[in-house]
């Protein structure tokens, strides 16, 4: 997840954004909610708050759907990509604060494109190539550059082989005849519990997922 | 080139550039991944010539640190909160035997209750042990400071920490221009320790002094510290000379962009001054041209060297503004901020108001929105002498 | 300097005159240019052992490093009267810097040393009990799993005695201390407590561990010459009576460094890598009480109003050395 948010920065940096990439930072052990965030933007960053007014939602896993409001916050033409093989009307019936403007959501079944293609059940690449043809902010290029930086051998072949085939399908399968860059894409938070529903801290050893 | 890095990862690497001879440090939370990259490059060689030594406790990592220093080494380590705290006496001996370590602050809050996250107790908690305390307000500072540091330590014989908010910069990847070695190696020569444990010439280091000798110890100690400031200063200039860019100011102010930054006017009378240190001036330089686009005439004051505590500097800064927000990062209990309390000295000849807020303890986020608010209502005159920005009323029974 | 039972008995001891012996064989002691890395004008009392044996230790090792040699300090007695600004009797490298940390700041010079290819200089770290067993424990346990290559060196005489004879937890059982008086029903410390730091040191399986007395010069410095034969972790644990904590006449801190081993109760030993390589038997046994009564501290053991069942537990201590050690080099049935 954290991993996720460094590439979609790293390829937005190679897109020639100026760009910031934020975990937020937290004690919980693997398989807990985690967000990270991004932001992209034309003039130098300097805030450092998290981000509160996602122009963008990446989520890796859709069982947060259930359990809390990754949308909130989010205005109805925001963009989001979810990891399900839900269509995105479907998505939209279950959680009323999903980018409701025709073409901002997308849903791709990630984890089934990354079990063929990547053989691990980390869909976070797979997601950035769904992200790039939902937004068109980053390049397919660019997620591949990302990966290559990150990850080497088979699992950087399948992490790109996964980007591709998650952005054709983002191309093929929604219909999103308006899908284009969005203008002034600032912020991209993914996998995001409300604020309100963090975690509680967790009073034990003090160490922070390394994704 | 400008590279995407995470904070720790362009500290690492700044380090390594600065030819460290002993590395010793112990994991905690959110300092571990600068030394876990350190590590990495003395296994692979990517650092060579240098020891890196796995510890028992931050009290060992600051010990070999005090040991390897003594011997003539140049050395590194960094801790944060209770890893700070656990090195405290070591922390105190290293300054009274005039060994000039550099350490990363990952600043994180001191418990109880336990707490990994961000803010700034750790090391203000630390303000008399004789260390020099840069902080970095971004992750560029963050690694150009590491070099200054050792610069300005060497040539003291004075420890010095380069605090950086743990977490909001340490694990942030943000856009920074990493030096060439070339650069590093003309801005910072070999270290030639003033003195060292030698075969050559034995001697003795850390003898007992007697009442005879203590006061002039701690009085020559304390000018040290007063000169470190011109020592500051004058290796920020050659800095800037060497690598083009600015790091190490006393007091930095900030302009609406970069470049206004060096043509900075003290303070009209009108205008309030806003004085704080660390990741949170990111935010304020945010928050500013909001404010100012109201009508609120506002300037922005960096701290970059809470010790030596830049007093000139500030009063010269703050110039004939008649109100001083601090935004305090730390609290002393019953009193109020930390860093207040400096600034506060150091106005002390001025017809000035000193509005205290702590805000941020323990990882809270600092929002735009809530500095926005706080701001304005010091604008009004409206804060009290100490501001808890965004407590929850509710939470501490005091709700209206 | 092989290690020899020397046929001598001048005194019905082990002490020999050096001029009896082959050259090579005599103490550094007895040499006209020893290197006195602690020299005079110190402020030990009377009779003080950690300073003979310091200067027994550090003088050995000089020789066996040609002079190579940088030493770490705790905080401690031996530290106290050796420096005080502007004055110092040490005549080598000599860095002090907290009462718990001398092994880890040993770690650091040696690590100095080791990324400057400087191998050949060799490293001790020294301190008292207290600084070893109580609170420089950890740093201690720390310097030896990385087995770095320090020597540490304990002082043991068996008690804070730089601040006026407290407790340590080498301390032995009944001894009166100042926090343990010899008041109550169970006077003086308590049984059942305190550690062994050389079997400690064991148990992280370093390359040498040994025990050694102030009482045997020649014993001690075969033992520092071996363990700077050696590179790695290695611990010395050398016995040194006080004359101040242990109440016995500053005359007799070597004869009462003696009566321990010959008792039982200080068994000396060497081990490598976590096991016994060799023992020194003791000659001519004595009783406990004859190592225990000149002493104050345990003088309520004594007299009418004595201990018996405390010096009964005493005995069988000796007798658990005798027999774990073998140290009166009995067959050992197969």
Known sequence: ?211 | MPELLEGSQSVARAVAMCRPDVVCAYPISPQTHIVEALAGMVRTGKLKHCDYINVESEYAAMSVSIGASAAGGRVYTATASQGLLYMTEAIYNASGLGLPIVMTVANRALGGPINIWNDQSDSLSQRDSGWLQLFAADNQEALDLHILAYRVAEELSVPVMVCMDGFVLTHASDVVEMPTQEQVDKFLPPFTPRQALSIEHPGSIGMMAGPEIFTETKYLAHRTMLSARGVIEKASSEFEAQFGRVAGQLVRPYGDTRADDAEHRPAQSDEIVVVAMGSVLGTLQAVLPVLRAEGINIQLLGIGSYRPFPNQRLVQAVGEAKRVVVIDRAIQLGIGGVLSDDVQRALGSKPVTVDSVVAGLGGRPITEASLEDVLRRAAKGELEDLTFMDLNQEVVGEAA | MVKVNIPFMQTGTLVVGNRLLDKEDRTVQAWRDRPSSLTHGHRACQGCAEALAARWVLDTAMDATGGKLMVANATGCLEVFSTLYPESAWKIPWIHSLFANSASVATGIAAVNHARGRDDIRVIAQGGDGGTADIGLACLSGMFERNDDVLYVCYDNQGYMNTGAQRSSATPPATRTATTPAVGRDPGAPFGQGKSVPKIAMAHEIPYVATASVADIRDLERKVRTAMSHHGARYLHVLVTCPLGWGTKSCDSIKMARLAVRCGLFPLFEAEYGEVTDVTPIRDRVPVEEYLKPQRRFAHLFGPHGDEVALERIRQMAERNIRQYNLLGEEVAA
């Open chain 1, 1 to 211: 997840m954290v991993t996720a948010s460094a590439m979609l920065a790293q390829a937005g940096f190679a897109g020639g954004h100026q760009v910031q990439a934020t975990p937020s930072f937290g004690s919980e052990r693997t398989g807990a909610p985690v967000v990270a965030y991004t932001r992209f933007s034309d003039a130098p960053i300097r805030t450092r708050e998290p981000i509160i007014v996602p122009d963008a939602v990446i989520i890796q896993d859709p069982t947060l759907l259930r359990s809390i409001n990754p949308f909130q916050g989010m205005a109805q033409d925001g963009w989001a990509v979810v990891n399900t093989r839900e269509s995105p009307d479907e998505v939209r019936e279950g959680s009323p604060d999903a980018p409701s403007a025709k073409g901002h959501l997308a849903t791709v079944p990630a984890d089934d494109i990354v079990r063929e293609y990547l053989g691990r059940p980390i869909p976070s690449c797979a997601l950035l190539g769904a992200f790039a043809a939902l937004t068109g902010s980053i390049k397919l290029d660019a997620v591949a550059d990302a990966i290559n930086r990150k990850f080497k051998g088979k699992v950087a072949s399948g992490n790109i082989k996964s980007a591709e085939v998650a952005f054709q399908w983002v191309k093929d399968h929604a219909g999103h005849e308006d899908i284009g860059a969005p203008n002034g894409i600032e912020h991209v938070a993914a996998d995001l519990p409300s604020e309100e529903e963090m975690p509680a801290p967790i009073i034990g050893t003090p160490e922070v997922v390394n994704a």
